[in-house]
């Protein structure tokens, strides 16, 4: 099938630009994202009027949404999941995985590795995101104290060779005992390692880095507190500019001045913005789950019975729009943040994050580039 996208400015996460343009795809892969020629025959014309063409957004850490958590999922599950997350403008996600028995990971990751593969009108699940079991008690959040374990590089191997040819990445407490062997062992596997629920010091955040750790876990959260004689994980985050700094744009996780500061202290190309959702994103208030543990939904608020932040009911596009009001962030610097940082992140950017050739005909549709908000969304170059 080939489609031709006529008269949109056409979004370039190189160029940090839109650019007047047309786009080619054909079956579903973009051919050309500037493209000159004459209508190919037999081409689906979509007239964009002006309209602005961005890369579908990337998500990778999101653990659910629609009612669906991924620590319980079978294949319906998955199939509404995939659904869901395409016609919020977030078109690949890693499943997340919190803290679970590892027979209860297992049968989850059977699930995604069975209906992962890239379909029309439904995003791609690219991969799977394992927060869970190697986290530090002392920065549990909403993880269940008897789901956390000692970094075991054995197990860990033995879990991650199940999940292989699926890209993954592993969020740990890398400063507790064996963290050095636990890092190094998931990166010789092929996962990207990023540093999670920790209680880290800045000299601890930083030796992690050297042993592999290339991400800093929804930063702010779960952490050690910033103090200016132990600056800890958070300042290691937004200091170490080789890594990637996340951030839960929803102005609960995180105070829209330290989004902010983080802005201004990161090097653009490596914040990544994530939702860290669980099932009562897009849903209405009301009692929930998060890796079978009780959530209580209140005006949007997920928290644990301690009263503890337990995920989000964000969605990406909205984290995106609250990144640029928090920043002063204009939409053709804040939309990286949102697509091809997060896909650089975890090692799939080959395949989607940008609208250059070779990636997937994921599209997003806007109509006001300062005031944003999604009108069509097409996954493999056919709309939702």
């Known amino acids: 099938m080939t489609v031709l996208f006529k ?32 209508i190919p025959e037999g081409a689906e014309i979509v007239d964009c ?8 957004l990337v998500d990778v ?12 999922v079978d294949a319906d599950a998955v199939t509404a999941l995939r659904k869901s997350y395409a016609k919020a403008g977030t078109t690949t996600l890693m499943a997340t995985l919190a803290s679970a028995t590892m027979d209860s990971l297992e049968n ?41 374990f000692p970094l075991d590089a054995a197990e860990l191997e033995g879990l991650v060779r199940k999940m292989l040819p699926l890209p993954i ?8 005992e064996g ?10 596997l092929g996962a990207t390692v990023g540093m999670a629920h920790s209680d880290a010091t800045w000299d601890e955040a930083r030796r992690a880095v050297e042993w592999g750790v290339t991400s800093f876990t929804h930063t702010f959260n779960a952490m050690k507190p910033v103090h200016h004689r132990e600056p800890g994980n958070a300042i290691a985050s937004l200091m170490t500019d080789e890594a990637y700094t996340e951030l839960i744009c929803d102005g609960e996780h995180v105070h ?34 998060i890796a079978g543990l009780p959530v209580i939904v209140k005006n949007g608020r997920a928290v644990n019975s301690d009263g503890a932040l337990a995920g989000s009911t964000l969605d990406l596009f909205k984290g995106l729009t609250n990144f640029m009001k928090f920043t002063g962030t204009a939409l053709e610097d804040a939309l990286p943040c949102a697509t091809s940082n997060p896909a650089k992140m975890v090692g799939i950017d080959a395949s989607c994050g940008s609208l250059e050739a070779g990636r997937r005909a994921d599209i997003v549709m806007i109509t006001d580039k300062t005031d944003p908000s999604i009108e069509s969304v097409w996954v493999l170059g056919e709309r939702i």
């Open 49 to 56: 009027a002006g309209r602005y063409l961005l890369p579908g």
């Open 179 to 188: 963290g050095e062997t636990f890092v190094k062992t998931a990166v010789r």
């Open 108 to 148: 989850s990751i059977r699930y995604i590795g069975e209906n992962r593969a890239s379909e029309p009108g439904k995003a791609t699940l690219a991969g799977v995101h394992l927060e869970g079991r190697y986290l530090n008690p002392k920065r549990r959040g909403a993880h269940a104290t008897e789901l956390l």
């Open 61 to 72: 850490h999101t653990h659910g949404r629609s009612g669906f958590d991924f620590n319980s």
């Open 169 to 176: 990445h592993v969020s740990c407490a890398a400063e507790m």
């Open 256 to 289: 829209p001045a330290m989004i902010a500061l983080a802005s201004r202290a990161k090097p653009k190309d490596r914040l990544v913005l994530i939702t860290d959702s669980m099932e009562a994103a897009a849903m209405p208030d009301g009692e929930y789950g």
């Open 7 to 38: 008269n949109g400015f056409v979004y370039s996460n190189t160029e940090r630009a839109f650019a007047r343009a047309d786009l080619l795809s054909e079956d579903g892969i973009v051919v050309d994202p500037a493209y000159t020629g004459e």
